[in-house]
């Protein structure tokens, strides 16, 4: 079941699946998802490279009910999340902060992350009443920056190290990029258009 506000996501790459707010039964497939592309994000780096786990990741995540969890389910089945709420850092310089965006690999490249960051664009603004949005990206995630950066984000900034690992980057030695939506509306408009040239 699809709901009426998430109908212009839809296009031809993701005509098949459904977009919907995430609901409690589907935190453990949640944690699953995240799971394998976290591993799957680390793979090849050095236990040295790593200061934290899947686990202490989503312990950062909102959990006091003002974020907002979007799914992407093909045939019942969780195939992708963006995770929404307010910015938890002043130096982002936006209203809320996306934090978290997981697609089950061999289903990227094909609009799903696109249309689950629309959705979470127009929630984020309806339900929190969101203006600008912004996230945090490894320096050295070029693909994650590259998406971002397709969206409209702009880079505000370029954060120190110790502000980075501070603040919880997975990889320690790496500065974050601050990369930041102005306008919540443009998101959304971008991601859309991403969503259905793929």
Request: proline share 5%; aromatic share 6%; charged share 20%.
């Amino acid at each position: 079941m699809r709901s009426v506000a998430f109908e212009s996501f839809i296009t031809p790459a993701t005509a098949t699946l459904t977009f919907r707010p995430a609901m409690q039964r589907d935190n453990p497939e949640i944690a699953r998802l995240h799971d394998a592309v976290w591993h799957e994000g680390h793979r090849g780096l050095s236990p040295a490279q790593i200061s934290g786990s899947p686990e202490d990741e989503r312990s950062l995540w909102p959990q006091d009910g003002r974020g907002i969890r979007m799914v992407a389910e093909r045939g019942g089945e969780l195939v992708g999340f963006a995770i929404g709420g307010p910015a938890r850092d002043p130096l982002l310089k936006a209203d809320t902060e996306i934090q978290a965006l997981c697609i089950r690999p061999g289903l990227r490249f094909r609009g799903i992350g696109a249309a689950l960051i629309a959705a979470l664009a127009q929630r984020l603004a309806m339900v929190l009443g969101a203006r600008q949005a912004g996230v945090w990206i490894s320096a050295v995630n070029v693909a994650a920056v590259a998406f971002a950066r397709a969206l409209g984000a702009v880079v505000e900034r370029k954060t120190a190290v110790s502000h980075a690992i501070a603040s919880g980057n997975l990889l320690t030695g790496s500065p974050r990029l601050a990369l930041v939506w102005h306008d919540i509306d443009t998101l959304a408009f971008h991601a859309k258009r991403l969503s259905a040239q793929s």
